[in-house]
């Protein structure tokens, strides 16, 4: 199986911090992706990164990719109450261009007010 | 948009009932996923399509039909529902482009009795 493994399984801090979540996979990939999932929600897609990236931003986030180590980081900056969510980590099919994707189990982020 | 579209929202059903739960997405996109979601499993994968007429099985299809007679729609069918069947279910679909974000919907809550 590709499935990626996050860690850790549950974080918790107070707004204002720092959150990094990590995510450790298998097998090579053609691009790594990462998802939040509210409460009772469906998942969101929040970010994905290509296996020739190393860094990647988007607002209050940043993801690391390190092929060498199979593994990607995920950090929130100045975290809020509202990025109260579980975080997945995802990897397509090996050597697929299709729609299939393989998700950890997640890390459940809480965020103190 | 609506997006990714599931109904119904909740379902409690008796061993050896059948259902179908419903999937449309309006985003004209080829790939279209089911998932189930179990606590401390993360999303796995059930069956899969690439587009009308075509599907495949995913890591744990036993026990679920599909079929993909349009490009909206993709109903996954309980026949004989049983109690290792409770679990929510997201509907996906995507692009199918190589790098692919996926857009969930906001899921199923199966109760099998």
């Known amino acids: 199986s590709q499935q990626g493994e996050e860690d850790p399984q549950a974080l918790s801090i107070q707004e204002g911090e720092n959150a990094t979540m990590n995510c450790s996979y298998k097998?090579?990939?053609?691009?790594l992706q990462w998802y939040r999932q509210n409460s009772g929600r469906g998942l969101v897609h929040l970010i994905l990164i290509r296996s020739n990236e190393r860094e990647k931003h988007s607002g209050r986030l940043r993801v690391t990719l390190d092929t060498s180590k199979k593994s990607s980081s995920l950090l929130i900056t100045a975290s809020r109450a509202a990025d109260t969510a579980s975080y997945f980590c995802a990897t397509p099919d090996r050597g697929s261009t299709l729609g299939r994707l393989y998700f950890g189990r997640g890390t459940q982020l809480t965020v103190w007010p | 948009n609506a997006g990714v579209t599931q109904t119904p929202k909740f379902q409690v059903l008796k061993t050896g009932q059948s259902m179908t739960l419903q999937c449309a997405q309006d985003?004209?996109?080829?790939?279209m996923s089911w998932y189930r979601q179990d606590p401390g499993m993360g999303l796995r994968l059930i069956h899969y399509s690439v587009g009308a007429g075509i599907t495949d099985q995913g890591e744990v299809p036993n026990g679920y039909n599909v079929s993909r007679s349009t490009t909206e729609d993709f109903p996954l069918r309980l026949l004989s529902a049983a109690p290792s069947q409770t679990s929510v279910y997201f509907c996906?679909?995507?692009?199918?482009?190589?790098?692919?974000?996926?857009?969930f919907g906001p899921g199923t809550r199966l109760t099998v009795l």
């Open positions: 097998t090579s990939i053609n691009n």
């Open positions: 985003m004209n996109h080829e790939y």
């Open positions: 996906a679909s995507t692009s199918g482009q190589v790098y692919n974000e996926q857009f």
